[in-house]
């Protein structure tokens, strides 16, 4: 989030973002298995605009390894 807050020179687009990941992490909690199947079989990439979140999931938790 830094990144895009020194680039644009404003905290909009960041919080835009992080607003969005935060809701799309929050049905990813109801829903863990909406996202796309990987090449690794339990990894799951769930598509958030321009980004991929990579994640597993099981009966306790998610682990979200990168975005």
Known sequence: ME???????SK???LK??????EEI????????IGIK???ESVRGL????FILFYEFNQNQII???L
């Open 17 to 22: 973002l992080y607003k969005r990941l935060i």
């Open 47 to 50: 598509i958030i605009e321009n």
């Open 64 to 66: 979200i390894h990168t």
């Open 26 to 33: 929050l049905i990813l909690k109801k829903q863990p298995e």
């Open 12 to 14: 909009a687009y960041s």
């Open 38 to 40: 990987t090449e690794i």
């Open 3 to 9: 990144f895009y807050t020194q680039r644009n020179k």
